[in-house]
């Protein structure tokens, strides 16, 4: 890997050039390399969002560091060519690309990758391939797989994040299409509404009504994990990536449990702040503003990046942002292990306490699906980018369908660090349902800040669910109260159940029954308090 020079550089850029693939497309993108010496080890990013996504790469300080940077449009945008099919060709894609740069008189053979979101999918995608020359890959922000934790999660359709994402990527394919020559009139008519009335598409019953996007019938028609995401699957083989990675996840991103489980499966340095998806890496994340520390360049988090792919000591091995102590921590492993899983329980008088509860007396609530509980916060994606992270859940907590269990005013610091889940012992008059779950940071004002969210679609009357919350670092300071939501939606983060059984893509507005739901009160939360 090649040594760090900030002497004064002369630099080329060849701008749409042509990478042949295996199937004969021809995919561009530019190779930005020192007019002088080499050869060159190159850093990889490959994008289907254009230009733009391209600025998040550290192109000057790569260079600075000596390597080329080559930019890349996946098939079907930019200036590439071919059709853009979601994640289906990005292994093979990537592949073909190492070896064309490997290839290339101003390589040195070797190549390193690096992203955010689909950016490192397309990386980690490729590095499954086992491609010749691939010596390591930054990952930010990507889920683990494409079906739980990208498209569902908990068994719920992530519907506003689903039809935010594929409108933008229909869009992108149509003025490919248009500057190929292509008449898109009718094709973006189609697609109008999901873009600029994305509120009222959502409502739309049956979701597989909604018109513009391609692959959304597919999406939407296979809410179990079946032959159709096993084939997509493939492509992400995690016991076939052999070269180290790097990861970084947000404690507010939507990828944050795909993030920490490629970390899990695939080992490597991890960094986890106090950021979303679109807000990644910045100080702030919804309501609250953690400071200029929580930023990546208190962190160093470029020249972190740069020291792992040029295969240097990056430092500890799991950096993490406690969130209320507002600090970074470096840990030696994730999830801590002095954290210990402690069982809150969600009592019938609306007290969560670690004591278990005398009453057996169930909390009930009704939930209409035509009324659904609007997302407030939260890991989202959604088109409204300000509706996401920790907002005020005041509002939502007025609401009748709303249950709410609260500690009493803690009298020193609770730290919570590592895998949430909530353990629900409920019922409901309907054949199906879904049970919500979030955890909230009551402040002495009154404020009630959103910490993590998860939801669970069931199948059954009855029984003993557990909700995902995935996880978190969250210190609920003195004086503070630690609050548990439960309810049965949470619109348009995720779509409405119906309640009646039938696939919730093919769900009519006459299919919407009210429920009629019940929480016991030996229902908990668990949370890994860390000792202070």
Not at 258 to 263: A, I, K, M, R, V
Not at 389 to 404: F, H, N, S
Not at 429 to 436: F, G, I, P, R, V
Not at 511 to 520: A, I
Request: hydrophobic share 40%; charged share 20%; net charge negative.
């Amino acid at each position: 890997m090649p040594k760090l020079d900030r002497s004064p550089m002369r630099v080329t850029a060849e701008y749409d050039t042509p990478m042949p693939m295996r199937d004969g497309t021809v995919l561009r993108g530019t190779v930005h390399r020192r007019a002088e010496g080499g050869p060159f080890p190159a850093l990889l990013a490959r994008s289907p969002y254009g230009e733009g996504a391209f600025r998040m790469i550290p192109v000057t300080a790569a260079l600075e560091a000596g390597f080329a940077v080559v930019l890349q449009h996946c098939r079907g945008r930019g200036s590439s060519d071919g059709e853009f099919r979601p994640w289906r060709d990005e292994g093979d894609d990537g592949h073909d690309t190492i070896a064309w740069i490997t290839g290339q008189p101003w390589s040195n053979g070797e190549v390193v990758m690096t992203g955010m979101s689909y950016l490192a999918g397309c990386a980690l995608q490729a590095a499954a391939t086992r491609p010749p020359g691939l010596k390591a890959v930054y990952a930010a922000m990507t889920p683990h797989d494409f079906h739980d934790g990208l498209k569902y999660h908990g068994g719920a359709l992530a519907l506003g994040s689903a039809l935010n994402w594929g409108a933008m990527q229909a869009a992108l394919g149509l003025m490919h299409a248009a500057e190929a020559g292509e008449d898109v009139g009718a094709a973006f008519g189609a697609l109008l509404p999901a873009m600029t009335d994305q509120a009222t598409a959502l409502r739309t019953l049956p979701l597989d009504t909604i018109e513009g996007i391609p692959w959304w019938r597919e999406w939407i028609s296979h809410p179990e994990r079946d032959a159709f995401w096993e084939e997509l699957a493939e492509t992400l083989r995690h016991d076939r990536i052999e070269v180290p990675v790097m990861h970084v996840a947000g404690w507010f991103d939507l990828f944050l449990a795909g993030t920490l489980e490629n970390h899990r499966r695939l080992g490597g340095p991890l960094v986890v702040g106090p950021w979303s998806h679109l807000t990644a890496a910045s100080s702030g994340t919804g309501r609250l503003d953690f400071g200029f520390a929580a930023s990546a360049p208190a962190v160093q988090l470029e020249q972190r990046q740069l020291a792992f792919l040029m295969g240097r000591d990056t430092g500890p091995a799991v950096r993490i942002f406690v969130m209320g102590d507002d600090v970074w921590r470096d840990e030696e492993a994730w999830p801590l292990a002095r954290a210990v899983d402690t069982p809150y329980y969600l009592r019938a008088d609306g007290l969560l306490s670690p004591e278990p509860p005398v009453s057996a007396e169930p909390a009930t609530f009704t939930f209409d699906p035509r009324d659904p509980v609007p997302t407030t916060g939260g890991p989202t994606l959604l088109a409204d980018p300000t509706n996401v992270g920790p907002q005020d859940q005041r509002d939502v907590e007025r609401r009748p369908d709303v249950l709410c269990y609260t500690t009493g005013v803690l009298g020193s610091d609770v730290e919570v660090t590592g895998p949430v889940s909530v353990t629900l012992h409920a019922e409901t008059s309907a054949a199906a349902t879904d049970w919500t779950a979030k955890l909230v940071d009551v402040y002495p004002d009154g404020r009630a800040m959103s910490v993590i969210d998860g939801i669970v679609r069931t199948g059954t009357p009855s029984g003993t669910y557990v909700i995902d919350l995935v996880a978190t670092s969250q210190v609920f300071k003195a004086g503070h109260r630690i609050r548990v939501e439960i309810s049965s939606s949470n619109f348009p983060r995720f779509d409405r159940n119906p309640g009646t059984g039938r696939p919730a893509a093919l769900a009519t507005e006459a299919d919407l029954v009210v429920q009629n739901q019940r929480v016991f009160p030996d229902s908990y939360i668990t949370l890994p308090v860390v000792p202070r």
